[in-house]
């Protein structure tokens, strides 16, 4: 009907990447209640009428409709839970707004047609992957720089400049890091709802493109992958450093032997 006035709502939404990881399963057992849906990655909190906290394994909390109070009691509720927590909290913001005429995507917001739990569940898993990116693509840019350090004192002195231990601990730590991030890139495909829901499919392709998430997910795949090609030839590197060496201590081993050889012929004479 023409001049029909559609009433909106806005709902805010901020996610927090707060440490590496979080303990679901244990922070499950002490904190229960409102408990949506659950499994081995995340927990997802109804606090109130169109008012959610989701919990994910990688380190987020996502609060939709919350208030700054709350969410901030809940963040030192689950603190004790968290591995390796961070001084400063890596954050996006997001803004949904309901009860719109049709479901439109815009800059750091999105209207939709209804404010079903299912959907805002999806979006708030959206914001809380791009938090994550994020916080994954600032690790692997800071390896590419560790690593091109090395790669670029390789192109001036022809030799790496740094001692064989403190190479293999560096390619621990780096390795250690590109494994957890490997582990948890797996958080970026769709949820099995949007499989047989057109129109979470839709909006969860939508926001996709609203956060570049996949091309920010090929970006730090790539990245990752020089950074595999680089450790493999440090690592070759070190092998043939740690050879060389050998070869020269047994060089001098035997040098040693054939003078002494030499010596004791020289006293009998």
């Known amino acids: 009907m023409r001049g029909m006035a559609y009433l909106t709502a806005m709902l805010p939404v901020v996610s927090y990447q707060i ?22 990655d995340e927990l997802f909190y109804k606090m109130g009428p169109e008012s959610y906290v989701y919990v994910f394994k990688y380190g987020v909390v996502c609060f939709l409709n919350v208030d700054e109070h709350t969410c901030n009691l809940f963040l030192d509720k689950i ?6 927590p961070f001084e400063q909290h890596l954050s996006e913001e997001f803004q949904i707004e309901t009860d719109a005429k049709e479901n439109k995507f815009g800059y750091n917001k999105i209207e939709i047609t209804g404010a079903d739990t299912d ?15 994020d916080y994954y693509s600032e690790q692997t840019n800071r390896l590419l720089e560790e690593t091109n ?39 970026f495909d769709s949820p099995p ?65 054939v003078i002494n050889i030499l010596l004791e012929k020289l006293f009998k004479i």
């Not at 603190?79 to 390796?84: L, Q, S, T």
């Open 79 to 84: 603190a004790p839970y968290c591995k390796n």
């Open 193 to 257: 709802e949007t499989w047989e829901d057109e129109n979470l499919n839709k909006i969860d392709l939508g926001l996709k493109r609203t956060f570049d998430l996949q091309e920010r997910f090929r970006d730090i795949k790539e990245g990752l992958e020089i950074i595999r090609e680089n450790l493999e030839l440090f690592k070759d590197l070190l092998q043939y450093r740690n050879s060389t060496v050998l070869e020269w201590i047994i060089i001098v081993l035997v040098a040693a032997e």
């Open 19 to 40: 440490a590496d990881s979080i303990d679901v399963k244990s922070f499950k057992t002490t904190f229960s209640e409102g408990i949506y849906h659950s499994d081995a």
């Open 119 to 133: 959907t805002l569940r999806l979006i708030m898993l959206n914001v809380s992957q791009s938090v994550a990116l």
């Open 149 to 187: 350090s090395h790669t670029q004192s390789l192109e001036r002195r022809g030799r790496l400049a740094i001692s064989g231990m403190n190479l293999k601990k560096y390619i621990g730590k780096t390795l250690n890091l590109k494994n957890r991030i490997s582990e948890n890139l797996y958080i």
